[in-house]
Protein backbone atom coordinates (compact mmCIF):
# COMPACT_ATOMS: atom_id res chain seq x y z
CA UNK A 1 0.00 0.00 0.00
CA UNK A 2 1.19 3.49 -0.53
CA UNK A 3 2.75 5.44 2.19
CA UNK A 4 3.22 9.21 2.94
CA UNK A 5 6.44 10.48 4.26
CA UNK A 6 6.56 14.15 5.72
CA UNK A 7 9.32 16.07 6.21
CA UNK A 8 10.09 17.59 8.79
CA UNK A 9 7.54 16.94 11.64
CA UNK A 10 7.82 20.32 13.09
CA UNK A 11 9.28 23.78 11.53
CA UNK A 12 9.47 26.58 13.57
CA UNK A 13 10.28 29.62 11.44
CA UNK A 14 10.26 33.78 12.03
CA UNK A 15 8.05 35.56 10.24
CA UNK A 16 9.25 36.86 7.25
CA UNK A 17 11.60 33.56 6.37
CA UNK A 18 10.93 30.94 3.40
CA UNK A 19 10.63 27.82 4.50
CA UNK A 20 10.01 24.12 2.81
CA UNK A 21 8.14 21.06 3.36
CA UNK A 22 9.02 17.48 1.92
CA UNK A 23 6.48 14.75 0.99
CA UNK A 24 7.90 11.17 0.07
CA UNK A 25 5.99 8.71 -1.35
CA UNK A 26 6.60 4.74 -1.32
CA UNK A 27 4.65 4.57 -5.25
CA UNK A 28 4.52 6.89 -8.09
CA UNK A 29 1.93 9.48 -7.41
CA UNK A 30 -0.89 10.13 -9.55
CA UNK A 31 -2.33 12.61 -7.88
CA UNK A 32 -0.55 14.75 -4.82
CA UNK A 33 -2.76 17.38 -3.30
CA UNK A 34 -1.91 20.12 -0.39
CA UNK A 35 -4.20 20.32 2.36
CA UNK A 36 -3.50 23.09 5.44
CA UNK A 37 -5.23 22.06 8.96
CA UNK A 38 -5.90 24.60 11.64
CA UNK A 39 -5.79 22.63 15.46
CA UNK A 40 -9.41 20.88 15.61
CA UNK A 41 -10.67 21.98 12.45
CA UNK A 42 -11.27 20.66 8.88
CA UNK A 43 -8.65 20.60 5.80
CA UNK A 44 -8.16 23.57 3.38
CA UNK A 45 -7.40 22.57 -0.09
CA UNK A 46 -4.47 24.59 -1.14
CA UNK A 47 -2.93 22.62 -4.40
CA UNK A 48 -3.42 19.71 -7.03
CA UNK A 49 -0.64 18.25 -8.83
CA UNK A 50 -0.53 15.96 -11.25
CA UNK A 51 2.38 15.65 -13.89
CA UNK A 52 5.75 15.33 -13.30
CA UNK A 53 7.75 18.47 -12.70
CA UNK A 54 4.61 20.39 -12.51
CA UNK A 55 4.75 23.65 -10.27
CA UNK A 56 1.47 25.24 -8.93
CA UNK A 57 1.45 28.87 -6.92
CA UNK A 58 -1.19 30.53 -4.64
CA UNK A 59 -0.11 33.66 -3.09
CA UNK A 60 3.17 32.86 -0.82
CA UNK A 61 2.96 29.16 -1.42
CA UNK A 62 4.29 27.27 -4.01
CA UNK A 63 4.17 23.42 -4.62
CA UNK A 64 5.92 21.36 -7.07
CA UNK A 65 6.01 17.34 -8.10
CA UNK A 66 9.42 15.99 -8.79
CA UNK A 67 9.58 14.56 -12.70
CA UNK A 68 9.78 10.49 -11.08
CA UNK A 69 6.38 11.69 -9.11
CA UNK A 70 7.53 10.26 -5.84
CA UNK A 71 8.20 13.28 -3.91
CA UNK A 72 6.33 16.44 -3.78
CA UNK A 73 8.04 19.74 -1.78
CA UNK A 74 5.64 22.86 -0.55
CA UNK A 75 7.62 26.28 -0.02
CA UNK A 76 6.18 29.36 1.46
CA UNK A 77 7.74 32.35 1.06
CA UNK A 78 8.29 35.36 3.27
CA UNK A 79 5.85 33.97 6.17
CA UNK A 80 3.17 34.99 7.98
CA UNK A 81 1.57 34.33 11.17
CA UNK A 82 -1.25 33.12 9.22
CA UNK A 83 0.48 30.55 7.75
CA UNK A 84 0.95 28.99 11.02
CA UNK A 85 -1.01 25.60 11.03
CA UNK A 86 -0.43 21.57 10.09
CA UNK A 87 0.33 20.67 6.45
CA UNK A 88 -0.88 17.82 4.94
CA UNK A 89 -0.28 16.09 1.58
CA UNK A 90 -2.72 13.47 0.51
CA UNK A 91 -1.99 11.26 -2.54
CA UNK A 92 -4.69 8.74 -4.80
CA UNK A 93 -3.65 5.79 -5.90
CA UNK A 94 -4.45 4.66 -9.34
CA UNK A 95 -7.57 3.23 -9.56
CA UNK A 96 -8.38 4.23 -5.61
CA UNK A 97 -10.49 6.97 -4.89
CA UNK A 98 -9.44 7.64 -1.13
CA UNK A 99 -6.53 9.59 -0.31
CA UNK A 100 -3.69 8.69 2.05
CA UNK A 101 -2.03 11.50 4.08
CA UNK A 102 0.97 11.93 5.32
CA UNK A 103 1.28 12.36 9.13
CA UNK A 104 1.66 16.30 8.76
CA UNK A 105 4.04 19.05 9.66
CA UNK A 106 3.04 21.51 12.13
CA UNK A 107 4.39 24.95 11.32
CA UNK A 108 4.87 27.69 14.11
CA UNK A 109 5.24 31.46 12.99
CA UNK A 110 7.01 33.57 15.58
CA UNK A 111 6.99 37.08 14.98
CA UNK B 1 -17.68 29.71 -1.37
CA UNK B 2 -19.49 26.48 -1.18
CA UNK B 3 -18.21 23.92 1.57
CA UNK B 4 -18.95 20.72 3.23
CA UNK B 5 -21.05 21.27 6.34
CA UNK B 6 -20.88 18.69 9.24
CA UNK B 7 -23.09 18.26 12.08
CA UNK B 8 -22.70 18.25 14.94
CA UNK B 9 -19.14 19.92 16.23
CA UNK B 10 -19.27 17.61 19.20
CA UNK B 11 -20.27 14.54 20.01
CA UNK B 12 -19.83 12.60 22.97
CA UNK B 13 -21.98 8.94 23.41
CA UNK B 14 -21.98 6.34 25.49
CA UNK B 15 -20.06 3.17 24.71
CA UNK B 16 -22.45 0.62 23.18
CA UNK B 17 -24.54 3.59 22.02
CA UNK B 18 -25.65 4.54 18.52
CA UNK B 19 -24.14 7.78 17.09
CA UNK B 20 -25.46 9.74 13.78
CA UNK B 21 -22.76 11.92 12.01
CA UNK B 22 -24.15 14.13 9.42
CA UNK B 23 -22.43 16.23 6.91
CA UNK B 24 -23.98 18.16 3.69
CA UNK B 25 -21.94 18.16 0.58
CA UNK B 26 -21.16 20.89 -1.93
CA UNK B 27 -24.26 20.18 -4.01
CA UNK B 28 -22.93 19.48 -7.52
CA UNK B 29 -20.43 17.24 -6.22
CA UNK B 30 -21.03 13.51 -6.90
CA UNK B 31 -18.63 11.39 -4.97
CA UNK B 32 -18.49 11.57 -0.90
CA UNK B 33 -16.29 10.38 1.73
CA UNK B 34 -15.69 9.92 5.10
CA UNK B 35 -12.14 9.83 6.82
CA UNK B 36 -11.07 9.81 10.41
CA UNK B 37 -8.15 11.24 12.50
CA UNK B 38 -7.28 9.32 16.01
CA UNK B 39 -5.89 12.07 18.60
CA UNK B 40 -1.51 12.99 17.13
CA UNK B 41 -2.70 9.88 13.97
CA UNK B 42 -2.61 10.54 10.64
CA UNK B 43 -6.13 10.96 8.59
CA UNK B 44 -7.68 7.60 7.51
CA UNK B 45 -10.00 6.79 4.54
CA UNK B 46 -13.09 4.91 6.01
CA UNK B 47 -14.93 4.99 2.84
CA UNK B 48 -16.53 6.29 -0.49
CA UNK B 49 -20.11 6.64 -1.77
CA UNK B 50 -20.94 7.14 -5.52
CA UNK B 51 -24.12 6.69 -7.88
CA UNK B 52 -26.16 5.78 -4.31
CA UNK B 53 -23.78 2.87 -3.24
CA UNK B 54 -20.41 2.31 -1.66
CA UNK B 55 -17.52 2.61 -4.33
CA UNK B 56 -14.60 1.49 -1.94
CA UNK B 57 -14.11 1.12 2.06
CA UNK B 58 -11.08 0.43 4.30
CA UNK B 59 -10.72 -2.25 6.59
CA UNK B 60 -11.30 -0.21 9.16
CA UNK B 61 -15.22 0.35 8.18
CA UNK B 62 -16.29 -2.93 9.44
CA UNK B 63 -19.90 -4.06 9.81
CA UNK B 64 -20.74 -1.77 12.78
CA UNK B 65 -20.47 0.75 10.17
CA UNK B 66 -22.97 2.06 7.60
CA UNK B 67 -23.60 5.43 5.18
CA UNK B 68 -26.18 6.64 3.91
CA UNK B 69 -27.26 9.25 1.59
CA UNK B 70 -31.17 9.66 2.90
CA UNK B 71 -31.97 12.65 0.39
CA UNK B 72 -30.28 14.87 -2.09
CA UNK B 73 -28.69 16.59 0.39
CA UNK B 74 -27.60 15.02 3.31
CA UNK B 75 -24.85 11.83 3.86
CA UNK B 76 -24.78 9.99 6.76
CA UNK B 77 -22.12 7.78 8.88
CA UNK B 78 -23.99 5.37 11.28
CA UNK B 79 -21.75 3.48 13.85
CA UNK B 80 -24.45 0.88 15.48
CA UNK B 81 -22.55 0.01 18.86
CA UNK B 82 -19.86 2.69 19.74
CA UNK B 83 -16.74 1.44 21.11
CA UNK B 84 -14.12 3.52 23.23
CA UNK B 85 -11.38 3.31 19.66
CA UNK B 86 -14.20 5.09 17.74
CA UNK B 87 -12.90 8.42 19.77
CA UNK B 88 -11.81 10.44 16.67
CA UNK B 89 -12.34 13.25 14.69
CA UNK B 90 -14.66 12.21 11.50
CA UNK B 91 -14.32 14.35 8.69
CA UNK B 92 -16.74 14.11 5.27
CA UNK B 93 -15.21 15.32 2.10
CA UNK B 94 -16.74 15.78 -1.30
CA UNK B 95 -15.95 16.30 -4.80
CA UNK B 96 -16.92 16.76 -8.83
CA UNK B 97 -14.48 13.74 -10.13
CA UNK B 98 -12.28 11.07 -9.20
CA UNK B 99 -9.99 8.25 -11.21
CA UNK B 100 -9.00 10.20 -14.48
CA UNK B 101 -10.81 13.20 -13.70
CA UNK B 102 -8.96 14.02 -10.90
CA UNK B 103 -10.72 16.44 -8.80
CA UNK B 104 -9.45 17.80 -5.18
CA UNK B 105 -11.53 16.51 -2.40
CA UNK B 106 -13.15 19.29 -0.46
CA UNK B 107 -13.12 18.57 3.95
CA UNK B 108 -15.65 19.53 6.37
CA UNK B 109 -14.91 20.92 9.76
CA UNK B 110 -15.12 17.42 11.31
CA UNK B 111 -16.92 16.22 14.16
CA UNK B 112 -14.99 15.13 17.38
CA UNK B 113 -16.75 12.10 18.50
CA UNK B 114 -15.94 11.03 22.22
CA UNK B 115 -16.80 7.87 23.52
CA UNK B 116 -16.93 7.10 27.26
Known amino acids: SQELEQSPQSLIVQEGKNLTINCTSS?????LYWYKQKYGEGLIFLMM?????EEKSHEKITAKLDEKKQQSSLHITASQPSHAGIYLCGADAQGAQKLVFGQGTRLTINP | EPEVTQTPSHQVTQMGQEVILRCVPI?????FYWYRQILGQKVEFLVS????????KSEIFDDQFSVERPDGSNFTLKIRSTKLEDSAMYFC??????????????FGDGTRLSIL
Open chain 2, 93 to 106: ASSSGTGSNNQPQH
Open chain 1, 49 to 53: LQKGG
Open chain 2, 49 to 56: FYNNEISE
Open chain 1, 27 to 31: KTLYG
Open chain 2, 27 to 31: SNHLY
